[in-house]
């Protein structure tokens, strides 16, 4: 039995979602916004580029998750590509914010490719992070706080970051172009360093039966783990709930209210919402279960939407105070979801006979990423048919458009969160029956897989 895990190892493993979250919520927040009003492409050339992306991370996401569960070096299966793809991964951000100076349609070209690769060398760097969390502890509840540490460094210290200081750093600037790479740089630097340092740092303690299973495994290990089926698509609709939202932010305080400083205020109240989201959780999860809070949480998110769309009209401090209260339940969500998915590894061998970390979490990430994809496709495609305009005055269906993607439509994804998990079965009784069968069976080789 594995001893507990020391402050330092959790510590030292999660400041590693610093350096990715840096890196991928600039992205998030910023990348179509960029280029739409920096680079100088449409928003239907944005919304073809970020669905072409996810088709082909279709591919390159099971392949990866093959790749790192077939490799073996002295420093474990995953930890190599966390210290060694650091800087490519950030030499790509900056990639993704350089404008050169070339024709419009090489531009989209050029979108394409260094988008498409980002994606590539974010799967290499961010799957194999994540599925070190499975192979440092078994206790359900040591993961809740590894996925409550890391959701700390993304979105309480790098989303804060990102969405509260952008706008004040690209004011220093004569143009956005040169504010939004600049800052890149800066964001590149510190990620790489705390990705290779949270690589170094972390210990892959459990030593699997290295599994020979084959390329043609990959879809009957994904299938038969419905808890990996349910779970994926709960994180799918939770990601569309705040990639859309996010996405649009910056228009909505730009064309809506008029001021797009207001977005970094706005943030800076988001900010204790997290902290409290954060602190909250994981007594949450210890009390009542992962599940069950993640259920509750999209409720609410539910709620306050609808509420603030309906309630809120002119005043942004009512507006603020709703979306507190719903920034803080998201908290719930995203802590429970990355806390959730390590014990369908275990769930997955128990079911198939095949312990794999790297293809659950490549599919994982593969819904992840098909969320960011589909959310931000679909504001870049309700803007481009509602005659969206980059820094005009917007005709009065436009408006209506980014109002709409900023409150209802997340309320609807909320909603379908929320009844996915309904049908999520693997709770602690579950797990530990899991554990008890995986034991035997390793021990007398008599457990049949389910």
């Known amino acids: 039995m594995l001893r507990p895990l020391k402050k330092t190892e959790l510590l030292n493993y999660s400041i590693g979602d610093l350096g990715i979250n840096l890196n991928f919520q ?31 991370d279709a591919v390159n996401d099971p392949v990866m998750g093959f790749v790192a569960d077939h490799t073996n070096t002295r420093w474990g ?3 190599p590509y966390v210290f060694f793809g650091a800087i490519p991964l950030n030499l790509l951000l900056l990639a993704c914010f350089y404008v050169p100076d070339i024709s419009p349609s090489m531009k989209v070209v050029y979108a394409y490719v260094t988008y498409i690769l980002h994606g ?13 969390s499975a192979v440092m502890t078994q206790d359900q509840q040591e993961r809740a706080w590894i996925s409550t540490l890391r959701m700390f460094f993304a979105v309480i210290i790098a989303m804060s970051v990102v969405s509260i200081g952008t706008r004040p750093f690209l004011k220093g600037f004569e143009t956005e172009a ?16 705390l990705l290779i340092y949270a690589g170094i740092k972390s210990k892959e303690r459990l030593s699997p039966p290295k599994e020979k299973y084959r390329l043609k495994d990959i879809f009957p290990i994904i299938y038969k783990n419905e808890a990996l089926l349910v779970l994926s698509l709960a994180m799918f609709l939770n990601t569309c709930i705040w990639v859309i939202a996010n996405s649009v932010s910056l228009y909505y305080f730009k064309y809506i209210l008029g001021n797009a400083d207001l977005q970094s205020v706005f943030f ?6 997290n902290i409290l989201g954060v602190v909250l959780t994981p007594f949450l999860t210890g009390k009542f279960g992962k599940r069950n809070v993640f259920i ?18 002119e005043s942004f401090m009512l507006f603020t105070m709703i979306s507190m209260v719903a920034s803080t339940t998201m908290m719930f969500c995203s802590i429970c979801q990355w806390g959730m998915v390590p014990d369908t590894v275990e769930y997955g061998q128990w079911k198939s006979g095949i312990r794999s970390e790297g293809i659950p ?3 994982f990430s593969f819904t ?8 931000g496709s679909f504001a870049a495609i309700v803007l481009s048919m509602t005659g969206y305009v980059a820094n005009t005055e917007l005709t009065e269906t436009a408006q209506t458009a980014i109002i709409w993607l900023f409150n209802i439509v997340p309320a609807v994804f909320s909603l379908g969160c929320m009844v996915t998990l309904m049908f999520y079965r693997l709770d602690s009784d579950r797990f530990a029956q899991v554990l008890k069968d995986l034991e035997a069976r390793a021990g007398s080789k008599s457990v049949e897989p389910r």
Not at 34 to 39: A, K, L
């Open 120 to 132: 590539m060398v974010f799967t290499a760097v961010g799957l194999p992070y994540s599925s070190i």
């Open 178 to 193: 040169e504010g939004f790479f600049v800052l890149a740089i800066c964001y590149a630097i510190v990620s790489s360093a």
């Open 77 to 79: 299966r995953f930890r």
């Open 296 to 313: 509750f949480g999209s409720a609410v998110v539910v709620v306050a939407n609808l509420t603030r769309h309906f309630a809120a009209g």
């Open 268 to 273: 800076q109240w988001m900010l204790p919402a």
């Open 26 to 56: 600039l992205i998030g927040f910023f990348l179509a916004y960029f280029y739409t009003d920096v680079f100088g492409i449409s928003p239907a050339h944005v919304a073809g580029l970020f669905l072409a992306a996810r088709v082909w």
């Open 361 to 363: 979490f490549a599919f």
């Open 368 to 375: 992840f990423k098909a969320g960011m994809a589909l959310g």
